[in-house]
């Protein structure tokens, strides 16, 4: 496998990198073979538009949930050729994912490391608008950091993941966790961080609408709608404000504060979204029948909010005492407690299972 350096962005993506290793960069794998985890994040205030496209630098901060066990387990083991399975699967070399993953691992490669081998399966539908690239770069960068030892804490593990995906840059944590969007051109001040409330009450469901591949992936969706969408001027200064109120809503305890905060984040990136030219408009018409639902249940009493990110799969958020109550109306859900009993990855069970090769 040859690395292909040229281009500004790879010269800049590699200093990224370097800035973030140090000399622990170009160093030999400590072991053959590791495994690590990641969970999906939703999030509640998005990133939606970047001010640097080569790093994955965003426009504002986020603020994102855990999924729990949705999420990405990795395994990669060292070889002479790059080869890449995802859900038991050999992805073609020629296919978008397998050229984005070995772009990803030229960051990394050294003498002693040229090629590898990488096994991942989702716990989630892949490319469905939930955030299957969140975790399985954050996975990969966790991965790659017990494969060469580089005990990376939160903050570069972040910064690495981001890379290979913006919103991955808060899947390296568990629990709230705020992506800085940073100042600084080469991105070392971008990264994400975890908040320190505990809300083990928390609920967040999917929806399956839909679990087909979507028609536009989220960074032809951004590009698009930054450059054309009449409102996405208004977008920043609305997510600044929501991640201030959200921290508030968080901070208090106070559920249908954040809920409602939550909620209107993700139509107005929607809005963004439908505003664009051409438009993208990812709703099917039951990602509106839910929406629709959740008002007239909120109508009923019940404090329940819902979220979308760049696909039509809805996700409910509500507080434990609700979920009987939803199972009811949407047989379908499949509910997450983002506060698993698990303060950091390293602890969870499913690092330890690794992938068989064979
Ligand atoms: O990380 P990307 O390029 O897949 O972008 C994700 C964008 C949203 O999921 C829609 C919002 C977010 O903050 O996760």
Same mark, same amino acid.
């Given at each position: +496998? ?20 140090? !000399? ?9 073979e ?7 994040? #939703?999030?509640?205030?998005k ?6 496209? !080569?790093? %994955? ?14 999420? &990405?387990? &990795? ?20 296919s978008?994912?397998?050229h984005? @993953? ?7 490669r ?11 399966? %989702?716990? #989630? ?19 790659? !950091? ?28 568990t629990?709230?966790?705020e ?7 080469d991105?070392a ?6 908040w320190?409330e ?23 969706? +951004?590009r698009? *709608?930054?450059?054309?969408?009449? @409102? ?10 929501? @991640?201030?109120?959200l ?6 305890? !106070? ?9 209107? %984040?993700?139509?107005? +990136? ?5 505003a664009s030219?051409?438009?993208?408009i990812y ?6 029948a ?10 009923e009493?019940l ?14 958020l509500? @507080?434990?005492?609700?979920? &009987? ?13 983002p ?6 990855? *390293? ?12």
């Open positions: +496998m040859t690395r292909n350096f040229e281009g500004s962005a790879n010269v800049r993506r590699l200093a990224a990198v370097h800035a973030a290793l140090g !000399d622990r960069i170009g160093g030999a794998p400590a072991q053959h590791a495994t690590a985890f990641a969970s999906a994040n #939703i999030a509640l205030c990133y939606w538009g970047k001010r640097d496209h !080569d790093l %994955n630098l965003p426009m504002t901060n986020s603020v994102s949930l855990s999924l729990g066990s949705l999420g &990405t387990r &990795t395994s990669i083991r060292l070889s002479d050729m790059d080869r890449y399975w995802l859900n038991g699967e050999l992805l073609p070399c020629d978008p994912e397998a984005r @993953l070995a772009e990803y691992l030229d960051l990394f050294s003498e002693q490391a040229p090629a590898f081998e990488i096994r991942s399966d %989702n716990t #989630i539908p892949t490319a469905a608008g939930l955030a299957s690239s969140a975790s399985a770069y954050a996975a990969l960068a966790r991965a790659l !950091d017990r494969l060469f030892d580089w005990r990376l804490d939160l903050r570069t593990l972040s910064i690495l993941a981001r890379l290979g995906s913006g919103s991955a840059a808060r899947s390296v944590a629990g709230f966790v992506w800085h969007a940073g100042t600084r051109e991105g001040d971008s990264f994400a961080e975890q320190p505990v809300w083990p009450e928390l609920r967040i469901a999917t929806l399956f609408i839909s679990k087909a591949p979507k028609a536009i992936g989220s960074r032809e969706a +951004m698009r *709608s930054v450059e054309t969408s009449p @409102l996405y001027s208004a977008w920043p200064t609305t997510a600044w404000r929501d @991640l201030a109120s921290r508030a809503a968080v901070g208090s305890r !106070d559920f249908p504060r954040m809920g409602a905060i939550a909620e209107a %984040n993700a139509l107005a +990136m929607h809005a963004v979204l439908i030219r051409p438009a993208i709703w099917q018409p039951e990602t509106l839910v929406l629709r639902q959740v008002e007239l249940l909120r109508a009493g404090s329940v909010y819902a979220t979308l990110d760049a696909g039509p799969n809805v996700k409910l509500f @507080l434990a005492d609700l979920e &009987t109550a939803l199972r009811t109306a949407f047989p379908d859900l499949a509910v997450v407690a506060f698993f009993g698990y303060t950091n990855f *390293s602890s969870h069970p499913l690092n330890a299972q690794k992938i068989d090769f064979a």
